[in-house]
């Protein structure tokens, strides 16, 4: 079976700095991936690239047989790919319900539909069946901008989820989050690729978050692959921990 | 908390309904048309407001827009064309033009942005002041008819009142449905946050471009009202004065509220009526009501009403809420 999405020889680079140095790797379907590497390493920008939010300098994207490098962000997501960033980004003024239907809203109908048709573009159902699986259906009516940091970041999440894509790249989804938290995120999380077969490529700091929720890890530095596989392998690999303890 | 909230608005409003229907009674032809001004400004800062404080795309355009209503319709009219067609194809030609105005918005921002649509304005009213051939220069149009509606002439100042106070009637309306549809949870989230929206599907480039259009044919919509108004229209009342004018009438209200364009139109056009009483020096003293305003207002007046009555927080303050911005935005 083909993979989700091929990353080949990504490449990018901002005047002399080269931020990514050639990265190839591929998702499967249903599996959830991990991208570790020390601060400054490239994950970021990686992400950046494969989502069009930045053009590669060389290299090629590949979603489903696919090419879509430096494809728009929203015609990718369009076409099933979902982020999450780094800094949390909900909209702080919307309500979380609001901020739940915006998610999925550019996926139902056509512009006209959107305009004449239905004020929650048919989508307060899937919008409260989300809420009811991140456990924030107490807050649905609140402005996001009210709720704590680790709810804002369990909504973040779950705007991913919205459109039920085919593959989600979480950047850091638990930064900041606290430990009750934490465990939360990383059942529901779980919950989704089972029950969705929901593919994720997911960057995180968090080693035992990563560690625990991981099928198979990339470990980043200077902007090149320097270990791959299952996460009991990767915390051995003698390379890795060169890389995070520097000798 | 809420519930009482909604109890004072739906007062408010249905106060401000009441008076709008009976003020023509009350008031002399110069009251009238000073009212009927505010209604058709009015519409021009809905348009603003949908560009500016939802969509969050800085506009220093918006008398241009209003000028070119105003000019289709008082060529046409005084060239024969029945009224509707030219209102129609104001505002049709508004909204084209608009849209093209809007791709520079795609490429700058904020400060850069109000320079490039000033620079817009300088050249629409230019063409106005120079072009002579086309748009009387600065002789102008005279004699520009008042429409007719159903064979009810709108010429007494009553009558064209209230045909203009329909027409905002309708044009609230329909912003109204635009804010409270998908569309308008788009604008906001583009203004907002524009990147987090691209990775949610919204294409920003064809929402930017969007609330430029449907900002400028409101713009257009209002002017084509204008001209019948005044009657006689010559480039002056659409220079970048004017711009700045829709801009605090925005900005005053309460950017991004539905209705602060009503009520920063009626600080723009009639509080300095209201202050004619400082006779010579009634501009300076409206000038320092208005600095007065935003000093301590700088969300509008519906800002300000709306941190007075506003429940408190669930836990912390919205950490990224902007004074500039209304919370009420979308809803």
């Known amino acids: ?247 | 908390m809420r519930a009482s909230r909604s109890a004072i608005a739906w007062t408010a409003l249905a106060a401000a309904g009441v008076f709008l229907l009976v003020a023509p009674f009350l008031f002399r032809p110069y009251g009238i048309f000073i009212l009927t001004t505010w209604a058709v400004l009015t519409i021009a800062a809905i348009g603003l407001n949908l560009t500016l404080g939802y969509a969050g795309q800085i506009s220093l355009a918006q008398a241009a827009f209003v000028g070119i209503g105003a000019y289709i319709t008082a060529w046409l009219t005084t060239r024969g064309w029945p009224f509707w067609s030219t209102y129609i194809l104001a505002a049709v030609a508004c909204f084209v033009i608009g849209w093209a105005l809007g791709y520079p918005a795609l490429r700058v921002q904020h400060h850069y942005l109000a320079f490039v649509t000033l620079a817009f304005n300088t050249l629409v009213y230019l063409i106005f002041r120079n072009e002579e051939w086309l748009t009387g220069g600065i002789y102008g149009i005279t004699n520009v008819p008042r429409p007719d509606v159903l064979g009810w002439s709108m010429s007494r100042p009553r009558d064209f009142y209230y045909f203009c106070l329909a027409h905002l009637v309708l044009v609230s309306l329909a912003t109204w449905w635009l804010i409270r549809s998908p569309w308008g949870r788009a604008f906001v989230a583009l203004r907002e946050n524009p990147t987090r929206a691209l990775s949610l599907g919204v294409d920003t480039r064809r929402y930017t471009l969007m609330a430029f259009a449907l900002g400028a044919g409101l713009g257009g919509i209002s002017g084509a009202l204008y001209a019948p108004l005044v009657q006689f229209i010559d480039p002056t009342p659409f220079a970048l004065a004017l711009s700045l004018n829709l801009l605090l009438m925005v900005v005053v209200g309460g950017s991004g509220y539905f209705f602060g364009p009503f009520l920063g139109a009626v600080v723009a056009v009639l509080l300095p009526e209201w202050t004619r009483f400082a006779q010579s020096y009634y501009l300076m003293f409206y000038a320092v009501l208005v600095m007065a305003l935003m000093v301590f207002c700088p969300s509008g007046l519906l800002g300000f009403a709306d941190r007075l009555l506003r429940p408190t927080p669930l836990k912390t303050p919205a950490a990224t809420s902007d004074p500039a911005t209304g919370p009420e935005a979308a809803r």
């Open chain 1, 1 to 247: 079976m083909s993979p989700v999405l091929s990353v080949r020889d990504l490449r990018k680079s901002f005047g002399g700095i080269v931020a990514v140095d050639g990265v190839s790797f591929e998702v499967n379907d249903g599996e959830i991936l991990g991208i570790i590497g020390p601060n400054g390493s490239g994950k970021s920008t990686l992400f950046n690239c494969i989502l069009g939010q930045l053009q590669p300098s060389g290299g090629e994207v590949v979603l489903d047989d696919r090419p879509v490098t430096g494809m728009r962000p929203c015609d990718l997501n369009l076409l099933g790919v979902s982020r999450t960033f780094q800094l949390l980004q909900v909209f702080a003024q919307l309500t979380v319900r609001e901020n739940l239907i915006l998610a999925g809203q550019e996926h139902q109908g056509t512009m006209l539909s959107r305009l004449i048709g239905r004020r929650d573009a048919g989508l307060s159902g899937a919008a409260d069946r989300m809420l009811a699986f991140f456990r924030l259906e107490h807050l649905g009516d609140e402005p996001a901008g009210a709720l704590s940091y680790g709810q804002q970041k369990l909504l973040d999440t779950a705007m991913a989820f919205m459109a039920g894509p085919r593959l989600a790249l979480l950047d850091e989804p638990a930064g900041g989050v606290n430990l009750t938290m934490l465990a939360n995120l990383r059942d529901r999380l779980r919950a989704i690729n089972s029950e969705q077969r929901a593919t994720f490529v997911v960057i995180e700091h968090n080693m035992e978050f990563v560690m625990a929720l991981c099928h198979r890890i990339l470990v980043l530095a200077e902007g090149r692959i320097i270990a791959e596989g299952d996460p009991a392998a990767v915390r051995r690999d003698p390379k890795v921990i060169e890389a995070y303890l520097g000798h």
